[in-house]
């Protein structure tokens, strides 16, 4: 048995979400100045991309399940970032940026951009433009 040291992760999923939780600590950083995670800024340009938007569609567009998008909702409609108003066709709720929500966007995204160039001057912009492809990818066949 080849011995394999303890920073090589042999599992996919493990790599992943490693990589995943230093990436976003990386960027939770630099938007703490906001007063949002990553996570937030990210459903927040969503919404402005997407929305109105119904709750499911919009879960399915991030990639996350019903129960996470709703726990991840609640924050954000306390703060007065989003709103939950009736949908189309009455039965269903949609997902509305409120006025605050287009500010705090406005707010963070200077904040998000230095995150982003900090990261292509670290890894690389061609491999994270790779990895960005990867990842995309990843989400489209598992």
């Not at 409609?77 to 108003?85: F, N, P, Q, T, V």
């Not at 509305?96 to 705090?104: D, I, K, S, V």
Request: proline residues 5%.
């Amino acid at each position: 048995m080849v011995d394999t040291p303890l920073h090589v992760v042999l599992c996919h999923c493990n790599a992943i979400r490693q990589g995943a939780r230093q990436v976003t600590q990386f960027y939770d950083r630099h938007l703490a100045p906001a007063g949002l995670r990553t996570s937030q800024y990210s459903m927040l340009v969503g919404l402005a991309r997407l929305g109105p938007i119904s709750i499911n569609g919009f879960a399915d567009a991030m990639a996350m399940d019903r129960t996470t998008m709703g726990r991840a909702l609640k924050p954000l409609e306390r703060d007065g970032l989003l709103a939950i108003k009736p949908g189309p066709n009455g039965r269903t709720r949609a997902l509305h940026l409120t006025e605050a929500g287009h500010r705090r966007i406005a707010e963070a995204e200077p904040l998000w951009r230095v995150a982003q160039e900090g990261f292509e001057s670290r890894y690389g912009a061609d491999a994270a433009a790779d990895l960005r492809s990867a990842l995309a990818r990843v989400v489209r066949t598992v």
